[in-house]
Structures are given as structure tokens and as C-alpha cells.
């Protein structure tokens, strides 16, 4: 393989590289492409209330099963004077607070953070059909029987014959006429839904959730009811008798199970308070990976002590400076002094904002030009004579922070930032150029090199490309390929489509 | 029009600097090879053991205390050149063409005192001139005794032949004529002219300046027309056998024409400018790819000049 397409194929790599990375972080763990996304987190409380009476206490609630609707970033109990665990049983969470004994009204909290997860949580199908448990009278038996057969009249299939139950018993309770529902008193629609639906045998559940209203307080568990179709469960709302889940809905568990037990206590209450709040996409994201304990994000940088990550954050910054160089050296044709003189000034812009830093810039390299100058006429090694040159501009830089200090303009503090071995660099190069060359090559090349930093700057301050080379640290494949392909470019330099106008022609003919 | 289309430039075979880079230095030219012609001592060196004429060396400095015995080293010696052996670009050199006592003159008249030259030599060694800042060595040459058929063309300096060899082929030619606007260098971007040669002939096909075509001299007024390189059928086996010398596959040779020693090999350069384009209002690429798809290969400096009369002719 030539060296050409090894070049090609290692940039579409890379590049692929690259790219699908960054898109399943995006995608699949939830990082924001663009900076200042956020998310809707709710801060979900269950206040469980009881009245003690005075026997071993022991109160277990349910807790959100994985396969909810909501993923769980953070939880946290509280329940002074009580001992806590928390149980797996068949698959199911159970948080179990204990107590020898206790008198009178008691509160325990179970506080958690949740956010919307949009994957379709693959459920288990029902298991085997448990023998029937209802008892029913023979009037409710027959009443049911009748009522059933005349949705299944009007129904295609399981869903239909469902959806179509749930509306006729919401209406008939609604407007409390004689139907199946006066047989079944004090039994609310999902409850009867769930007999009827058991005595036509399609599979079916309980299903409990939170309703999601911002600042909602006191509220009570809200009842769905889930049926089996065609190899997917399928939640029905029986108070609008819609399918899906609603979105409004926080599903806190599956199955009848109780929600809460308790002994050794009466008047148990489990009330719900709902509260929105806005988290930068960001940080829910890493929240949720954690959970997940995802390894792509475990070794990242986000693993890193913070203040490493703020060191990283203005490392990564430095492919895009170099990307420009490239671009603007290879294709545009710009001269510089130093290759990467330009992004070591660019990224000195960064603390001292441009205009400032070009002020601090030229005025200094203008003053070490000048001493530079006297200093070439004392015969100098080179080695000592740069030497001397940072020293120079070390006081310069002090120099200029004092004076600027009591004339009141504290931005010309900011002067420290430049790296002054640079400095020093430029100043003998410039020197240099301006001996041999005449102050028109100064010019060029010191032009050339401020231009490519202020472009470097602007492009490295950017808050999209800010964010993106911090949090997707893979796009640096993708820039790694760009800069791999133009290094094989063998096209014209714009400043060479100037530089041989004439020669289109010819000027002889 | 400021800018050009990209595929006018194409249509006459104009080779820009990616170009240059990608496709021929980094293809031809082994970089293990640089040492040989970065660094002039080695070039004399390997010039001389290829029996390729070059200016003589005088003497060279390396260390810094040696400068102190510079009076020693010049003693009779009137007319030299100081150059850092690895220069770049033709800079740090300093000519002298004359000597009265302890005073010397450049070719402008200016004066120079030993304490100049001395400081100029301490300049070199500490690398001022090098690629990179490396320490460097100072050497003395004698001064090139140029042949007077190009006094009217030059001002200030010693015109050179500037010959690109690709694969042994000499395949383009030009003149660089120092202007007083050049301040005697004969680097084109500096303002020297450019000679576009004949290969066949070694006439003057066309002189530009500053990227723009002239007709005289602007600094003696002499035509260009009328120039014609003396020993032309010198130069043409001498910049080829440079090939041999350096196994560069892509170089520019510099030639001077010293008027009793005939052509000199100045310096070999492997990253030559493209400026010989404009000097020749013609593109190097027909002629690149001429050498590399229908040129034999493995055959005598001689046999390769007699094809580069043949193909590289202008007419």
C-alpha cells in the first residue's frame, strides 16, 4: 500500500473514530453536542406517615424498579431513630426501616432525583397465568359477563377490546348509571379493569406512579394499568383511557405488589411531593453514567481530580490552535515566525483578552527590538545575548505591571500570562529578520504570526468548540485525521494563486 | 485580478510549495542525506571527491577563541568570503573585495574594521545564521573572480546560475543578478532578478523582478536580451553530476563563473524556490514528469545532459 492511501485510510479511522464516539456519548450516555443544554430533573419526596403504637416497629416500601420510565440519579433516606437496609426480593427493591418501639406520629423520607430516560426498557413477559383468585357473586359473574361480551363486540384485538373497556367504565362511573360498575362498589376503574381483564384472560398488571407537577405536594400514588399485546407491555391510563406512558408519570413500580407494609403501626399515609428543577445536561449525564457505571466514562477525564480536568480543559484547546496553523500555513500560506509561536500567544490571549494582549504584546516586542538592537552592536555569544533578552523582558513585564497598576488600568496585570521565553524568541528572530531581511519581512512574518493567533484565539474561545474538545476528548481523532489529510495535500497555496498571477497567461506571448 | 484560477495554473504545470514538498523533497531527497548539503564544509568535501570544481576554502573557524588569531588567518588575503557553513538561505555571508591595512571594503565600499569581522564570525559559531540555532563553523572562501560578460548584469554582487537537477537531469536554469534593491543578494524575494536560461543555449529567455517581467537591468540599464552564460556547455555535466555527489533526486544547484576557473559549484540546496518559474514563464511540472515516466535511468551525468539538450530545450 502506498503511503498515500495508508495516510488516507488511518484519516477515515480516525475519523470514524472519532465521530462514532463522540455520537454515543451524545446518543446512547446523554452529553449535550452544544454548550448550556439542560434537563428536567424532579426531585421526587415520599413522605411515609404513621402513628406509632408502641410494638416493634417495621415499615417497608417499595422502591423505583429498574425499567421505569425515570432513571434514579440520586436517592437518599432519612429517618431519625431507625435502623435501614435495604432488600432485593424477586427482582424487586424494598427499603426496610426498623425500630424496637416508638410512640405516637411518625415521618420517614425517601427523597430521590430522577430524570426521563428515553430508551424503551425491554420488559419481562408475564409469567404463567396464576391460577384465577377472584371471587366473585354470581350477579357480578354474570353482570361481568355481559358487559364484556359487548366490548368485545366493538374490539379488534387486545389493545382495542382494552382501551375500549377502560372508556366505557370511566364513563358509566362518570355518570354513575346502572352498569357493571354497580355491582363492583367501591372499586375504582383500574381495580375493576384488572378483574375483567383477568376474567377474559388477557394478561395484564397493576402498574403505580408518581404524577410529575411542579410543586405538586401531598399528592397520592397514581394507578395505570399495563396489558400484555403481542409480545410488549402496554400501559393504559384509565382516566383518559390512553395508551402509552404517560409523560407526566414517573412509573415507581410493576405488579401488585403493596406498596408499602408496615407493622407495628396504624394510619399509614405514603404521600408524594413533586419538584422540577433545571440541571445542565452535563452533569445529569455523567450522573447517569456513573449509575450505570459506564467504563467509556470511568476512564475519561472526567475521572480526573478537577483541578487536572481545568489543566486538560486548555490542553485540549491547543489541536484546534494547531489545526489553524496548519490550515493557514498549507492552504492559505501565511507566513509566521515560529510555527507555533501563534498558539502560545493564543492561548496568552485567552487570559488576557485580545485587544489587551496585542497592546502588551507589540509594546513589548517594540521596546526588545530596540534594546535588542543596541545590544547586537556588544559582541555578544548568542546564548548570553538571549539570555539577556529575557531578563529584559522579564522587567518589562514587571515594569509595565506597576506603572499600569497605579495609573488604575489593571487589565496590563494580566501581562504575566505571556510565556516570556517566547517573547524573548520572537524579539531575537524579529531582530534577526529585521537585519537581513529589512523591516518589510518584520512586518510579514510578525503580521502573519498576530494573525494566525487572533484567528487561533477566536476559534479556541469559541463555546461550542470549548465544550466540545473537553467533553467528547475524541473529536481530537477527528482533528487528527483533518490535519493527517492536509498533510498530504499537494494543491496551490492561496497565496500562490498571487504569487504566480502572471504566469497563467504567460507574459511572453 | 489579485488571485488566480487554481486550474490556469494547473494547465501550465506550475508546481506550488505543498506540492514541492509532498511529491518531490519528501519523495526524492533521504533525509540522511541532508547533512551533505546543509552543511557546506561536507559539500566541499564530498565535492572534491567527486572531482566537482567549488570555490576554495580559505580557512575555518569553529571555536570561539580561534577568532582571536583572525589577523594571523587574513594576512595577505585581500578579497574573501565569510560564510556560516550551515547558512540558510544565503544569510550571514560577508563579502570583501578589498583590503587597505587593517581596513576592509565590501562590494558597496563600505568599510570594515577587524572588529566587525570578528563579531560577524563570533555571530556565526554561536549559530545565528544556522537552521535551528546550532553552533556552526565559520569558513573563509576565496572570493569568486567573476567573469566580466556579466558585469553590466549585476550590481553589487556575483550573479549565479541557479539549476534545478531532478533525478540527474538538469531541467531548468536561471540567472539571479543582484540589484541595489537586493543590497547585493541575489535571493529573488529580496529583489534580485531572475534569468530565465535556456537549456539548450544558455541565452536568457526572460528576466523578471519582483514577480514582474523587465527588460533591463534597473540598476546599469543593459538588456537582458542580449546575455548569454559563458562555459554554458560547463555548467550543464557539472550541476548534473551533483546527483552523484549528493544522491539528492531533487536539488537546486548554485554555479558561479569564476573568469579563470571557469563554472564553480557555489552551494547545493534541496529545497529549492519555485521562483524559477517565474524566471522562465514556465511550469517545472511537464518537465518533472518527463524525467520521471520517460527519462532512462542509471546513466552518466553525460548521457543525461544530451537528453535534458533534447527535451528541455525552449524554442
Same mark, same amino acid.
Given at each position: 500500500?502506498?503511503?498515500?492511501s495508508?495516510?488516507?485510510?488511518?484519516?477515515?479511522?480516525?475519523f470514524?473514530?472519532?465521530?462514532?464516539?463522540?455520537?454515543?456519548?451524545?446518543?446512547?450516555l446523554?452529553f449535550p453536542?452544544?454548550?448550556?443544554?439542560?434537563?428536567?430533573?424532579?426531585?421526587?419526596?415520599?413522605? *411515609?406517615?404513621?402513628?406509632a403504637?408502641?410494638?416493634?416497629?417495621?415499615?417497608?416500601?417499595?422502591?423505583?424498579?429498574?425499567?421505569?420510565?425515570?432513571?434514579?440519579?440520586?436517592?437518599?433516606?432519612?429517618?431519625?431513630?431507625?435502623?435501614?437496609r435495604?432488600?432485593?426480593?424477586?427482582?424487586?427493591?424494598r427499603?426496610?426501616?426498623?425500630?424496637?418501639?416508638?410512640?405516637?406520629?411518625?415521618?420517614?423520607?425517601y427523597?430521590l432525583?430522577?430524570?426521563?430516560?428515553?430508551?424503551?426498557?425491554?420488559?419481562?413477559?408475564?409469567?404463567?397465568?396464576k391460577?384465577?383468585?377472584?371471587?366473585?357473586?354470581?350477579?357480578?359473574?354474570?353482570?361481568?359477563?355481559?358487559?364484556?361480551?359487548?366490548?368485545?363486540?366493538?374490539s379488534?384485538?387486545?389493545?382495542?377490546?382494552?382501551?375500549?373497556?377502560?372508556?366505557?367504565?370511566?364513563?358509566?362511573?362518570?355518570?354513575?348509571n346502572?352498569?357493571?360498575?354497580s355491582?363492583?362498589?367501591?372499586?375504582?376503574?383500574?381495580?375493576?379493569?384488572?378483574?375483567?381483564?383477568?376474567m377474559?384472560g388477557?394478561?395484564?398488571?397493576?402498574?403505580?406512579?408518581?404524577?410529575?407537577?411542579?410543586?405538586?405536594?401531598?399528592q397520592?400514588?397514581?394507578?395505570?394499568?399495563?396489558?400484555?399485546?403481542e409480545?410488549?407491555?402496554?400501559?393504559?391510563?384509565?382516566k383518559n383511557?390512553?395508551?402509552?406512558?404517560?409523560?407526566?408519570?414517573?412509573?415507581?413500580?410493576?405488579?401488585?405488589?403493596?406498596?408499602?407494609?408496615?407493622?407495628?403501626? *396504624?394510619?399509614?399515609?405514603?404521600? =408524594?411531593?413533586?419538584?422540577?428543577?433545571?440541571?445542565?445536561?452535563?452533569?445529569?449525564?455523567?450522573?447517569?453514567?456513573?449509575?450505570?457505571?459506564?467504563? =467509556?466514562?470511568?476512564?475519561?477525564?472526567?475521572s480526573?481530580?478537577?483541578e487536572?480536568?481545568?489543566?486538560?480543559?486548555?490542553?485540549?484547546?491547543v489541536?484546534?490552535?494547531?489545526?489553524?496553523?496548519?490550515?493557514?500555513?498549507i492552504?492559505?500560506?501565511?507566513?509566521?515566525?515560529?510555527?507555533?509561536?501563534?498558539?502560545?500567544?493564543?492561548?496568552?490571549?485567552?487570559?488576557?483578552?485580545p485587544l489587551?494582549?496585542?497592546?502588551?504584546?507589540?509594546?513589548?516586542?517594540?521596546?526588545?527590538?530596540?534594546?535588542?538592537?543596541?545590544?547586537?552592536?556588544?559582541?555578544?555569544?548568542?546564548?548570553?545575548?538571549?539570555?539577556?533578552?529575557?531578563?529584559?523582558?522579564?522587567?518589562?513585564?514587571g515594569?509595565?505591571?506597576?506603572?499600569?497598576?497605579?495609573l488604575?488600568?489593571?487589565q496590563?496585570?494580566?501581562?504575566?500570562? =505571556?510565556?516570556?521565553?517566547?517573547?524573548?524568541?520572537?524579539?531575537?528572530?524579529?531582530?534577526?529578520?529585521?537585519?537581513?531581511?529589512?523591516?518589510?519581512?518584520?512586518?510579514?512574518?510578525?503580521?502573519?504570526?498576530?494573525?494566525?493567533?487572533l484567528l487561533?484565539y477566536f476559534?479556541?474561545?469559541?463555546? *461550542?468548540?470549548?465544550?466540545?474538545?473537553?467533553?467528547?476528548?475524541?473529536m481530537?481523532?477527528?482533528?487528527?485525521?483533518?490535519?493527517?489529510v492536509?498533510?498530504?495535500?499537494?494543491?496551490?497555496?492561496?497565496?500562490?494563486?498571487?504569487?504566480?498571477?502572471?504566469?497563467?497567461?504567460?507574459q511572453?506571448? | 485580478?489579485?488571485?488566480?484560477?487554481?486550474?490556469?495554473?494547473?494547465?501550465?504545470? !506550475?508546481?506550488?510549495?505543498?506540492?514541492?514538498?509532498?511529491d518531490?523533497?519528501?519523495?526524492?531527497?533521504d533525509?540522511?542525506?541532508?547533512?551533505?548539503?546543509?552543511?557546506?564544509?561536507?559539500?566541499?568535501?564530498?565535492?572534491?571527491?567527486?572531482?566537482?570544481?567549488?570555490?576554495?576554502?580559505?580557512?575555518?573557524?569553529?571555536?570561539?577563541?580561534?577568532?582571536?588569531?583572525?589577523?594571523?588567518?587574513?594576512?595577505?588575503?585581500?578579497?574573501?568570503?565569510?560564510?556560516?557553513?550551515?547558512?540558510?538561505?544565503?544569510?550571514?555571508?560577508?563579502?570583501?573585495?578589498?583590503?587597505?591595512?587593517?581596513?576592509?571594503?565590501k562590494?558597496?565600499?563600505?568599510?570594515?574594521?577587524?572588529?566587525? !569581522?570578528?563579531?560577524?564570525?563570533?555571530?556565526i559559531?554561536?549559530?545565528?545564521h544556522?537552521?535551528?540555532?546550532?553552533?556552526?563553523?565559520?569558513?573563509?572562501e576565496?572570493?569568486?573572480?567573476?567573469?566580466?560578460?556579466?558585469?553590466?548584469?549585476?550590481?553589487?554582487?556575483?550573479?549565479?546560475?541557479?539549476?534545478?537537477?531532478?533525478?540527474?537531469?538538469?531541467?531548468?536554469?536561471?540567472?539571479?543578478?543582484?540589484?541595489?534593491e537586493?543590497?547585493?543578494?541575489?535571493?529573488?524575494?529580496?529583489?534580485?532578478?531572475?534569468?530565465?536560461?535556456?537549456?539548450?543555449?544558455?541565452?536568457?529567455?526572460?528576466?523578471?523582478?519582483d514577480?514582474?517581467? !523587465?527588460?533591463?537591468?534597473?540598476?546599469?540599464?543593459?538588456?537582458?536580451?542580449?546575455?548569454?552564460?559563458?562555459?554554458?556547455?560547463?555548467?550543464?555535466?557539472?550541476?548534473?553530476?551533483?546527483?552523484?555527489?549528493?544522491?539528492?533526486?531533487?536539488?537546486?544547484?548554485?554555479?558561479?563563473?569564476?573568469?579563470?576557473?571557469?563554472?564553480?559549484?557555489?552551494?547545493?540546496?534541496?529545497?529549492?524556490?519555485?521562483?524559477?518559474?517565474?524566471?522562465?514563464?514556465?511550469?517545472?511540472?511537464?518537465?518533472?514528469?518527463m524525467?520521471?515516466?520517460?527519462?532512462?535511468?542509471?546513466?552518466?551525468?553525460?548521457?543525461?545532459?544530451?537528453?535534458?539538450?533534447?527535451?528541455?530545450?525552449?524554442?
Amino acid at each position: 500500500m502506498s503511503s498515500r492511501s495508508q495516510v488516507y485510510l488511518l484519516a477515515v479511522i480516525f475519523f470514524a473514530l472519532g465521530i462514532g464516539l463522540t455520537l454515543y456519548k451524545n446518543q446512547s450516555l446523554g452529553f449535550p453536542l452544544l454548550p448550556g443544554q439542560s434537563e428536567e430533573v424532579w426531585t421526587v419526596e415520599s413522605k *411515609v406517615t404513621f402513628e406509632a403504637t408502641g410494638d416493634p416497629i417495621t415499615v417497608s416500601m417499595i422502591l423505583p424498579q429498574t425499567g421505569s420510565n425515570m432513571t434514579v440519579l440520586a436517592e437518599s433516606f432519612s429517618a431519625p431513630n431507625y435502623g435501614f437496609r435495604v432488600k432485593e426480593e424477586n427482582g424487586q427493591r424494598r427499603a426496610i426501616w426498623t425500630q424496637r418501639s416508638a410512640q405516637g406520629p411518625q415521618t420517614i423520607y425517601y427523597k430521590l432525583d430522577v430524570v426521563k430516560n428515553d430508551e424503551p426498557s425491554s420488559l419481562a413477559p408475564p409469567s404463567q397465568q396464576k391460577p384465577s383468585s377472584l371471587t366473585l357473586t354470581a350477579a357480578q359473574e354474570s353482570r361481568a359477563k355481559d358487559f364484556l361480551s359487548k366490548i368485545k363486540a366493538s374490539s379488534a384485538d387486545n389493545l382495542s377490546f382494552s382501551i375500549e373497556m377502560v372508556n366505557q367504565l370511566k364513563t358509566s362511573k362518570e355518570s354513575n348509571n346502572r352498569s357493571v360498575n354497580s355491582e363492583f362498589k367501591k372499586k375504582s376503574v383500574s381495580e375493576l379493569s384488572l378483574i375483567l381483564l383477568e376474567m377474559e384472560g388477557i394478561p395484564s398488571r397493576l402498574v403505580r406512579g408518581v404524577s410529575l407537577e411542579d410543586g405538586r405536594r401531598k399528592q397520592k400514588a397514581v394507578d395505570l394499568i399495563e396489558i400484555y399485546n403481542e409480545g410488549q407491555w402496554i400501559i393504559i391510563n384509565p382516566k383518559n383511557g390512553l395508551e402509552g406512558t404517560p409523560d407526566d408519570v414517573f412509573v415507581w413500580q410493576r405488579g401488585g405488589v403493596s406498596l408499602l407494609d408496615l407493622e407495628g403501626g *396504624v394510619k399509614s399515609k405514603v404521600r =408524594f411531593s413533586t419538584i422540577e428543577n433545571d440541571q445542565p445536561a452535563k452533569t445529569v449525564a455523567l450522573d447517569k453514567s456513573n449509575i450505570e457505571q459506564s467504563a =467509556f466514562i470511568d476512564f475519561s477525564i472526567y475521572s480526573l481530580p478537577t483541578e487536572s480536568q481545568s489543566a486538560f480543559k486548555r490542553i485540549l484547546l491547543v489541536p484546534i490552535g494547531a489545526l489553524v496553523v496548519v490550515l493557514l500555513r498549507i492552504i492559505v500560506g501565511l507566513k509566521t515566525s515560529g510555527t507555533f509561536m501563534p498558539i502560545l500567544i493564543a492561548l496568552a490571549f485567552i487570559d488576557t483578552t485580545p485587544l489587551t494582549g496585542l497592546a502588551i504584546f507589540l509594546s513589548i516586542v517594540s521596546v526588545g527590538l530596540w534594546i535588542r538592537g543596541y545590544l547586537s552592536r556588544m559582541n555578544l555569544l548568542l546564548v548570553a545575548r538571549i539570555s539577556a533578552v529575557v531578563i529584559i523582558v522579564i522587567g518589562l513585564m514587571g515594569f509595565m505591571s506597576v506603572i499600569s497598576y497605579k495609573l488604575g488600568m489593571t487589565q496590563a496585570l494580566t501581562v504575566t500570562f =505571556f510565556p516570556m521565553i517566547i517573547l524573548a524568541w520572537t524579539i531575537e528572530r524579529m531582530s534577526i529578520i529585521w537585519e537581513e531581511d529589512g523591516p518589510k519581512e518584520v512586518m510579514m512574518q510578525g503580521g502573519g504570526s498576530l494573525f494566525v493567533a487572533l484567528l487561533a484565539y477566536f476559534a479556541m474561545t469559541n463555546p *461550542v468548540i470549548e465544550h466540545i474538545t473537553f467533553n467528547f476528548p475524541e473529536m481530537l481523532l477527528v482533528i487528527l485525521s483533518i490535519t493527517l489529510v492536509i498533510g498530504q495535500y499537494n494543491g496551490y497555496r492561496l497565496t500562490e494563486l498571487y504569487r504566480f498571477r502572471d504566469l497563467a497567461k504567460g507574459q511572453k506571448g | 485580478m489579485l488571485f488566480v484560477k487554481p486550474s490556469l495554473l494547473k494547465e501550465r504545470g !506550475i508546481i506550488g510549495m505543498n506540492r514541492r514538498n509532498v511529491d518531490y523533497i519528501a519523495r526524492y531527497n533521504d533525509r540522511k542525506l541532508y547533512p551533505i548539503v546543509d552543511n557546506k564544509l561536507i559539500t566541499k568535501e564530498y565535492a572534491k571527491k567527486h572531482n566537482i570544481a567549488v570555490p576554495e576554502l580559505i580557512n575555518s573557524i569553529q571555536y570561539q577563541f580561534e577568532i582571536k588569531q583572525l589577523e594571523k588567518i587574513l594576512t595577505g588575503i585581500d578579497k574573501f568570503v565569510v560564510k556560516p557553513a550551515q547558512g540558510a538561505g544565503g544569510k550571514g555571508i560577508l563579502v570583501i573585495t578589498d583590503r587597505k591595512g587593517d581596513i576592509f571594503y565590501k562590494p558597496s565600499g563600505k568599510e570594515v574594521t577587524f572588529d566587525d !569581522i570578528k563579531r560577524h564570525i563570533s555571530n556565526i559559531l554561536s549559530g545565528l545564521h544556522s537552521l535551528g540555532g546550532k553552533t556552526d563553523v565559520a569558513m573563509f572562501e576565496k572570493l569568486v573572480d567573476f567573469d566580466p560578460v556579466f558585469e553590466p548584469y549585476s550590481y553589487e554582487g556575483v550573479p549565479d546560475v541557479r539549476m534545478i537537477v531532478f533525478q540527474g537531469y538538469p531541467i531548468m536554469a536561471m540567472l539571479r543578478c543582484s540589484t541595489h534593491e537586493s543590497d547585493g543578494k541575489a535571493n529573488l524575494h529580496q529583489g534580485a532578478v531572475g534569468v530565465g536560461i535556456d537549456i539548450k543555449t544558455g541565452r536568457s529567455l526572460f528576466a523578471v523582478q519582483d514577480g514582474r517581467m !523587465i527588460e533591463k537591468h534597473p540598476d546599469t540599464g543593459s538588456a537582458f536580451s542580449e546575455l548569454q552564460v559563458p562555459h554554458w556547455e560547463e555548467i550543464l555535466p557539472l550541476s548534473a553530476a551533483c546527483y552523484e555527489m549528493t544522491g539528492m533526486g531533487y536539488l537546486g544547484c548554485d554555479i558561479v563563473i569564476d573568469k579563470n576557473l571557469g563554472a564553480l559549484i557555489l552551494e547545493v540546496n534541496a529545497r529549492p524556490g519555485l521562483a524559477i518559474q517565474i524566471a522562465n514563464d514556465e511550469g517545472l511540472l511537464k518537465r518533472l514528469k518527463m524525467v520521471e515516466e520517460h527519462a532512462p535511468k542509471s546513466t552518466s551525468p553525460e548521457e543525461r545532459v544530451k537528453y535534458s539538450l533534447e527535451h528541455f530545450a525552449t524554442d
